[in-house]
């Protein structure tokens, strides 16, 4: 029965897709290595590893959102879901590589992409759950089918600056927040009634009245 074993050796986005997605590049083994594999549906929950790093001053600011203060950090910072993703993994034996392409979002609404914004320079670690189906040759040549064992993982190193390309790729000098359709009719009608040219003169006009207001 096959024994597969994961690496992840490394990260890049993943160009001219239909949304933003990151390619984590996986190492594949299996034991006993001359066991021919036929085919893998392999599956991964990605979490996020939130205790495993340091944050600086700036960070924890921009992470109150997510964990609270950082007084409280001792119950509140845990690992938290990232996303799931799954491949197809073609026939091979004892050894391989795949790519598992991990849908992303800039939606502001997601605890994923508040915290990859707060997390400003360094690496964030990740952990890869791995589940799925592996069909294989059996010793008397017969197609045979197995579940990959639940305990299957790897740990990766994820570079905050391979996140910033993707979106850089994706949303170039821009964000994408997502509000309730009553707000938005509310913003868009202060856009008109003012004739603001972009959403951008409409939100700074809005943020210069509330600096103005904090300063008096």
């Excluded at 990740?126 to 040549?141: A, D, I, K, N, R």
């Amino acid at each position: 029965m096959p024994d597969l074993n994961f690496r992840v050796s490394g990260a890049e986005p993943v160009a001219l897709a239909a949304q933003p997605l990151m390619a984590l590049k996986l190492e594949i083994s299996n034991i006993p290595p001359a066991e021919t594999i036929h085919t893998v549906n392999l599956r991964a929950q990605i979490q996020i590893e939130a205790p495993r790093r340091h944050y600086s001053a700036e960070e924890k600011e921009l992470l109150v959102d997510l964990f609270g203060t950082p007084e409280r950090w001792g119950k509140t910072l845990r690992a938290f879901l990232w996303s799931h993703a799954s491949t197809v993994v073609t026939s091979f034996t004892g050894a391989t590589t795949a790519e598992l392409h991990v849908p992303c979002t800039f939606d502001f609404n997601v605890a994923a992409t508040k915290y990859f914004h707060a997390v400003k320079e360094g690496e964030i670690p990740l952990l890869l759950l791995f589940s799925g189906t592996v069909f294989y040759v059996g010793p008397q040549g017969a197609l045979q089918v197995a579940p990959i064992s639940w305990n299957k993982e790897a740990r990766f190193r994820f570079s905050v600056q391979t996140w910033r390309e993707m979106m850089d790729l994706y949303y170039p000098n821009s964000a994408w927040l997502s509000v309730r359709r009553d707000v938005f009719e509310r913003l868009y009608r202060y856009r008109l009634q003012r004739s603001f040219p972009t959403w951008e003169d409409t939100l700074d006009s809005l943020l210069a009245a509330q600096e103005e207001t904090v300063a008096q």
